[in-house]
């Protein structure tokens, strides 16, 4: 099941678009687009697919996702459309990265907005402080016009950014999702590790790329990235898992080789802890999605 690619329209006087949708089956099918979206649940709930990602959604939620990762919301039967007791209210705005022009990101004022918009990469789910104030600049931008519309999606994206709890919904593995990284040693552990998850690494041949002790690697890692490598290596291994049950190309027990385990046993395990159902379960899931 490939995702689809969904053109999104907006008026040739604006630069990017605010909708205010009443109906669950907008956008009915697991798709993505160029452009990155913000959306708020005003009411509703159901399923929500974000990249490799099954959880369920309801009313309040607001999430941010980034441009081409693919996406779907499933509204329970329940939800109709207006005029019922029981029916969807959501507000969505889809722009482009570069919305402002090539360099507007680049500046130094604006790296905050920036690391939001990498770690929408693997969509985020945007929760405590500043949340509330994200809702009402968005639900406000339905109706603003001309430069006042550019001004409020700048300030929803920085209230984002002061957000003290921002939830990545997508593994790691799925998008190989690396953010621009100054630290010399981190970005080779990354590079080797995407390159070669589907090999045996082991800590010295790791800790050699890191031009440290295998002893010093496991704490250096583990500060910077708040897990142990092996957690973050299970991790990558899922998230490809979670990419080839989704196309359906290879049988369960293909994807569990090509995704670097070496028996099925522990790929069960590995992939229902990480993502909370086996793998056969999950593929139905998406296959019904």
């Known amino acids: 099941m490939k995702p689809q690619l969904l053109k999104i329209s ?11 949708d009443l109906k669950p089956s907008m956008n009915n099918k697991f798709h ?16 929500q697919f974000v990249g490799d990602s099954i959880t369920e959604f309801q009313s309040g939620d607001l999430v941010l996702i980034g441009a081409n990762l693919a996406h779907y919301w499933r509204f329970d039967e329940g939800y109709k459309e207006e005029g019922s007791e029981n029916y969807a209210d959501v507000k969505v705005a889809h722009f482009s990265e570069s919305f402002l022009g090539e360099y507007f990101l680049n500046l130094p004022e604006n790296k905050p907005l920036k690391d939001v918009l990498e770690k929408a990469k693997r969509g985020i789910k945007v929760e405590g402080r500043n949340k509330k104030k994200v809702e009402e600049i968005l639900a406000y931008m339905l ?26 919904l997508s593994s790691i593995g799925y998008v190989q999702h690396k953010e621009e990284i100054s630290n010399d040693r981190i970005k080779d552990i990354y590079e080797y ?3 070669n998850f589907r090999n045996k690494i082991n800590l010295e041949e790791i800790a050699e790329i890191a031009r440290i002790s295998p002893n010093s690697f496991c704490r250096y890692f583990k500060s910077f990235t708040q897990k142990t490598y092996s957690q973050f290596l299970t991790e ?3 998230g490809q898992a979670c990419k080839l049950l989704i196309d359906n190309k290879l049988n369960i027990k293909q994807v ?7 028996n099925f046993a522990s790929f069960h395990k590995c992939f229902k802890s990480i993502t909370g159902r086996s793998p056969l379960i999950y593929q139905k899931e998406f296959m019904s999605a």
């Open 10 to 20: 907006k008026s040739p006087t604006q630069s990017f678009s605010v909708r205010h």
């Open 32 to 47: 993505y687009h160029p452009e990155v979206e913000l959306i708020h649940f005003v009411k509703g709930k159901g399923t």
């Open 143 to 168: 109706h603003a016009e001309g430069t006042e519309r550019i001004i409020c999606l700048i300030q929803a994206l920085v209230e984002i950014s002061k957000c003290d709890q921002l939830e990545l």
């Open 193 to 195: 590790t995407f390159a």
């Open 236 to 238: 990558i291994k899922v």
């Open 256 to 262: 569990c080789y090509e995704s670097g385990f070496n």
